[in-house]
């Protein structure tokens, strides 16, 4: 079986700096991949470099099937079969929830537009918000927003998302909203690549994980191993971390009696 | 006085409304062209080309640094001296009016796309839009709130400039006040109604810019 996206000995600068580092990762058509990694570690980039926001300099990427180092990729071709999802929603502040998510149908694909618009219709009912269809980006909440966000992209029906931090900005209680959608997503089969810092997440919704620090992949696993046991120091430092909270010492007594 | 004062008036009215007609074409038609000038020149700006920004940067400070009565005087003497090429004077009025209010517009226009979060253009190359339909739907309509009264601004400063016309002898609303006050003498009462002929051609505009600002405000 052939992987639906292949690094290899990929390499990315910024200027004089290399920011990623002969990558070599190959992702099955289904498959959940969860990239971890310390910020400024490339893991963005990456994304980044899947639908041409970012120039690759070497090595080779493919995606299903076709090199998308060639000179003649045609990016707006590949940018309709992967789907991105940012940290800041993004969304289109002039333009009405359901304009949002049919502008890329319907100018892109020029698709039916009554066809078009029960998918939107649809998926909308999907992730909750059918009754915001004609609202603006600002009435809404950032959760709200994100999910509009995730439903603009899918209704392009991509093979691949990405999702770059998509919780990131947003208040906790809103993050739980929005990653039970791309957990649904991940149930139904879709590809995902997931940039996140939700660790509880990444371990509920991985089929592996990779590990990344500075512009190299050190490790990748499924989550059971690479949760309980990192194979490399740097992972294992890196865990620590998010494990310091709920770890810290207790306030003594002590101090209260003073 | 005053009334013989009105009867001037009433009986220059055809002559003036002669000149006003010459003043309001060649302003509203610097005004359509620096438009779509500006746009094309803001848009250009954008695309992050080399090549593109150096020629554009020239053309901007060019007509940033030279005064339009020297742009006036040079293309309009200018050319048929070097280049055996002569423009009428309303043509020449239009043209460097336009030249010069496509810079300012376009500098406008420029930062305005340029004030945009970088967000919004990767969201819409995201879902696979061109660069026309970038700009076009996504880009250009939200700058457009952006560079409205900035730009409105420009329009009122083009119809004011355009009284520099009379240099190159075109018979614009001023140069015809100017007959009238050679032979009439009545400096204060033409004056005044020029004044006025202004007052009310921009004053307008920068009110429309005001409830445009109001109204996007809440929307």
């Known amino acids: 079986m052939s992987a639906l996206i292949e690094f290899q000995g990929f390499n990315k600068y910024f200027g004089d700096q290399q920011v990623l580092k002969g990558i070599d990762l190959s992702v099955q058509s289904g498959e959940v991949v969860v990239i971890l990694g310390p910020s400024g570690c490339g893991k963005s980039t990456l994304l980044r470099c899947l639908n041409g926001l970012e120039v690759a300099h070497s090595g080779s990427l493919r995606f299903a099937g076709k090199e998308l180092l060639d000179k003649a990729t045609d990016w707006r071709q590949v940018r309709q079969d992967v789907g991105m999802v940012f940290q800041s929603y993004h969304l289109f502040p002039h333009m009405s929830v359901l304009d949002n998510i049919l502008l890329g149908p319907l100018k892109v694909q020029k698709r039916e537009p009554r066809e078009a618009r029960a998918q939107a219709e649809k998926l909308l009912e999907r992730v909750g918000l059918s009754d915001k269809r004609d609202a603006y980006p600002r009435q809404l909440s950032g959760g709200q927003q994100q999910r509009i966000a995730i439903v603009r992209s899918l209704c392009m029906n991509p093979q691949v998302m990405l999702f770059d931090e998509v919780t990131a900005a947003l208040d906790p209680e809103m993050v739980k909203e929005v990653l039970e959608v791309i957990q649904g997503l991940a149930r139904d089969g879709m590809t995902l690549l997931i940039v996140t810092h939700e660790m509880a997440f990444a371990r509920a919704v991985a089929d592996r994980v990779v590990f990344m620090e500075a512009g190299r992949i050190l490790e990748q696993n499924t989550p059971e191993a690479f949760f309980t046991n990192p194979q490399t120091a740097r992972a294992q430092q890196f865990l620590e971390k998010f494990s310091f909270v709920s770890t810290l010492p207790k306030r003594t007594k002590e101090l209260e009696l003073l | ?219």
């Open chain 2, 1 to 219: 006085m005053a009334s013989s004062g009105l009867e001037l008036l009433w009986v220059s009215l055809p002559q003036l409304g002669k000149g006003a007609a010459q003043t309001l074409s060649i302003s509203f038609l610097s005004i359509a062209f620096s438009t779509v000038g500006g746009v094309v020149y803001g848009v250009l700006r954008t695309l992050n080309s080399k090549a593109l920004n150096l020629v554009l940067r020239i053309y901007l400070e060019l007509f940033r640094a030279i005064p339009v009565l020297v742009w006036l005087y040079l293309l309009f003497f200018g050319l048929p001296i070097f280049f055996g090429l002569s423009i009428p004077s309303f043509w020449c009025a239009v043209l460097v009016l336009s030249l010069w209010g496509a810079s300012e517009v376009g500098e406008v226009v420029r930062g305005a796309l340029h004030s945009l979060p970088r967000g919004q253009r990767e969201a819409g190359l995201s879902i696979g839009l061109s660069d026309p339909q970038l700009y076009g739907y996504v880009l250009l309509p939200q700058a457009l709130k952006r560079m409205t009264p900035p730009t409105i601004n420009v329009y009122t400063r083009i119809i004011k400039t355009s009284s520099l016309a009379v240099l190159i002898g075109v018979v614009d609303v001023i140069k015809v006040g100017q007959q009238i006050i050679e032979r009439t003498y009545e400096s204060v009462l033409i004056y005044g109604a020029l004044f006025l002929f202004f007052f009310f051609i921009c004053y307008p505009l920068s009110a429309a810019s005001k409830v445009l600002e109001r109204r996007w405000a809440q929307a």
